[in-house]
């Protein structure tokens, strides 16, 4: 009896650390279950839709290599892909019940050339964002975020695969952000899918990011903390990586192919004019390779945030 106490006792010790972290254990696509890579088993006979993963914990470098899909971007030696409809959800659900409440909830995709993505390493990818949460309500210091929706809806995320997507073979990366403490962890985890019934946009220049390369130690998004005296006042949050999709207006990008041409875009200065412009407040509207809108509705002025970074305020 007071042997199994001491275990019980030893073994709740230990849970905390792991619970503390954690990463996609399954996902719904087409109303149907798939069960994730389990990173604490074998790799041996492991057959999942979801990419092998290496562990609960968390990566802190946002140029980590590991970025694209928490591993070394290649597919599991038995990888599975599934079916998935344009237009329809796909659910992520993390491990429960998921323990950070503070920071954003991001989804992308990447097209893989050729006719299926086993085989292809995930960091040779171009990403595009197709779904984004921030900060949703409140205040930085004391607001909702989309982590927090996402803990309330059962730790898992619905994302809907835009209509608009070209029909192909891609990656889905889900990502949560936790921003409770300093640097950032982020917790990102890819599945294979094959999206049917697409539409014919490709995603623009603009859109288009690769892992590690979409974050910066510097983005501001990245670098927010939340227990500071102005982050309780302070209810603008700068979500991390490229504009969604959808809402670039460069030119369309060419679909990946076999052949990697590497392509050099001139990067426009940025922009600090007060013209009487187009873009909203908070919009993007400058930044190396940004080749959209750089004019901001009055009375709000294009400010430089980084490099790659300018938004209207
Ligand atoms: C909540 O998520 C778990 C997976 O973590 C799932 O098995 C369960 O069906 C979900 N519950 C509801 C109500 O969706
Ligand atoms: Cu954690």
Redesign the pocket.
Known sequence: MFAFAALATLASAALPRVLAHGGV??YKIDGQIFQGWAPYNSPTGQTTIQRPWSSYNPITNPTDPTLACNDDGTSGALQLSTTATAGSAITA?WN?VWPHPYGPMLTYLAQCPGSTCTGVNANSLKWFKIDEAGLLSGTIGDGYWGSGKMIDQ???WTTTIPASVPSGNYLIRFETIALHSLPAQFYPECAQIQITGGGSRQPTADELVSFPGAYSASDPGLTTDLYTQAAMTETTYIIPGPPLYGSGSGAPAPPPSSTVAPSTTASAPPSQTSSAGTVAQYGQCGGQGWTGATGCVAPFTCKVVNAYYSQCQ
């Open positions: 254990l399954s659900y429960q059962n730790s898992s």
